[in-house]
């Protein structure tokens, strides 16, 4: 019987494969776009097709789009800064359980050594 922890391992993805989150899902329902929904093949091809021939309403355009994306590198650059401060508690953490796993494994050592000494018995003796 296979176990349920093992999955296969993903294969890497391509640069032309689009990574929809339910954000961007969230998003899109509600009339916006991200720089992932307008990587779709269809919307990149409605997009070369599209021609604006007036030039104010192309500048309105690119300064939303500009502010759009903006809004997008502000919110990746929130996820990093909180996805780093993850990080570096958990690497904390780490240290913290690691530094406490080696105190308690040489005060047991000690207490077992005690132990056997009372018993008379070498702590080369013990069998572990």
Partial sequence: MES????????????????????????AQ??????????????????????????NQRLEEL?????????EIAFHQDTQRALMSSYTASVEAFETLKESLQVTSERMLMSEQRLLKYWGIEPEQSKH
Avoid: M
């Avoid at 349920?4 to 998003?27: E, F, G, M, N, Q």
């Avoid at 093949?41 to 070369?48: E, F, G, T």
């Fill in 4 to 27: 349920p922890w093992a999955k296969p391992i993903p294969k890497k993805a391509s640069r032309d494969t689009v990574h929809i989150t339910p954000l961007d899902y969230h998003i």
């Fill in 30 to 55: 509600h009339g916006g776009l991200t720089a992932s929904i307008e990587r779709l093949p269809h919307l990149l091809q409605n997009a070369k097709s599209k021609t604006t021939t007036d030039t």
């Fill in 63 to 71: 300064v939303r789009e500009n502010g759009r994306l903006r809004e």
